[in-house]
T-cell receptor, first 112, second 114 residues
Framework: ELKVEQNPLFLSMQEGKNYTIYCNYS?????LYWYRQDPGKSLESLFV?????AVKQEGRLMASLDTKARLSTLHITAAVHDLSATYFC????????????FGQGTRLTINP | EAQVTQNPRYLITVTGKKLTVTCSQN?????MSWYRQDPGLGLRQIYY???????DKGDVPEGYKVSRKEKRNFPLILESPSPNQTSLYFC?????????????FGAGSRLTVL
């Protein structure tokens, strides 16, 4: 059974600082997704990582994937208040199907 | 506008009273799925459908039913709701043809079972 674990689950940081959210998963998978959820809102896709060593960047967010270590990271550079949200990683279980297992989510609060 | 539409957005009901949460997408997506979100547990998949008349259980299917008679619609049915089904529900869809299969989520339906 695939398990996906994120850490930290809660993160409070100051604007301008850098930090990393980690996503570990327990069995082999071929793709990993990062989603953002604002309070009271739906989920919005940030990145999809399809291969070992994949790196995607959008603004102050950068995601990477190490399939050998079964680890993905979401790095935040020079955080700004607008990035406050809950971030989820999700891992695809079965090739050819879209059965996703989500992590618990990381609630990120960025203080001025 | 490409979107996934869920209804109702908010519902308070009582134990045992059957209810249906509708989900419709206008993107001609083959894949649709239902998730529930509970604090500290992330999103857990209830059921998914790879195409019309093809459905399969996710991780937490007990107490739920689905059907996929048309490509655009994927309703979630709670035949006899119980308080442990109080949750925030999301419907999502994706195209199987794009390769990345990024899910588009609906706005969510908050269900309270008394």
């Amino acid at each position: 059974e695939l398990k996906v674990e994120q850490n930290p689950l809660f993160l409070s940081m100051q604007e301008g600082k850098n930090y990393t959210i980690y996503c570990n998963y327990s069995t082999t998978s071929d793709r990993l997704y990062w989603y953002r959820q604002d309070p009271g809102k739906s989920l919005e896709s940030l990145f999809v990582l399809l291969s070992n060593g994949a790196v995607k960047q959008e603004g102050r967010l950068m995601a990477s994937l190490d399939t050998k270590a079964r680890l993905s990271t979401l790095h935040i550079t020079a955080a700004v208040h607008d990035l406050s949200a809950t971030y989820f990683c999700a891992v695809r279980v079965i090739q050819g199907a879209q059965k996703l297992v989500f992590g618990q989510g990381t609630r990120l609060t960025i203080n001025p | 506008e490409a979107q996934v539409t869920q209804n109702p957005r908010y519902l308070i009901t009582v134990t045992g009273k059957k209810l249906t949460v509708t989900c419709s997408q206008n993107m001609n997506h083959e894949y649709m799925s239902w998730y529930r979100q509970d604090p500290g547990l992330g999103l857990r998949q209830i059921y998914y459908s790879m195409n019309v008349e093809v459905t399969d259980k996710g991780d937490v299917p007990e107490g739920y039913k689905v059907s996929r008679k048309e490509k655009r619609n994927f309703p979630l049915i709670l035949e006899s709701p119980s308080p442990n089904q109080t949750s925030l529900y999301f419907c999502a869809s994706s195209s199987e043809g794009t390769g990345a299969n990024v899910l588009t989520f609906g706005a969510g339906s908050r269900l309270t079972v008394l």
